[in-house]
């Protein structure tokens, strides 16, 4: 998230100084005005990479908590980690969504047997 962070500012200074978007915008953002594409996909993005992670922060501040943090939980966690990278860099890349659907995929898949986990813990 931060790594995204420099590269938004960096594509909308870029922008600015090539004259593409007028500095303006920055302060009001008028639905009105034109924006180049690369910079609404790098804001797309970056609305994203909050959205996604919750559940498995949640989960993560959850396990620790309850004093369940294991070698799975640490290997899945890490994982989960991986996936969402993968998924960054495709969607970076290429942001159609046939491309960055198996990294995203993978990476609920590995929340919920987190989360699966986590209550099989939590009934015992």
Request: net charge positive.
């Amino acid at each position: 998230m931060h790594i995204h962070t420099v590269v938004n500012a960096l594509q909308l200074r870029n922008s600015i100084m090539n004259k593409e978007l007028d500095s303006r915008w920055l302060k009001y953002m008028p639905g009105w005005e034109k924006i180049p594409l690369n910079i609404q996909a790098s804001r797309e993005l970056y609305k994203n990479l909050f959205e996604a992670p919750l559940p498995f922060i949640v989960y993560c501040l959850f396990a620790y908590t309850v004093s369940h943090v294991t070698i799975l939980n640490l290997v899945l966690s890490w994982l989960y980690v991986a996936f969402r990278v993968w998924h960054y860099y495709v969607r970076i890349s290429n942001p159609k969504i046939s491309k960055r659907r198996v990294p995203f995929q993978y990476s609920l898949i590995v929340t919920f047997i987190l989360w699966t986990e986590l209550f099989i813990f939590l009934v015992k």
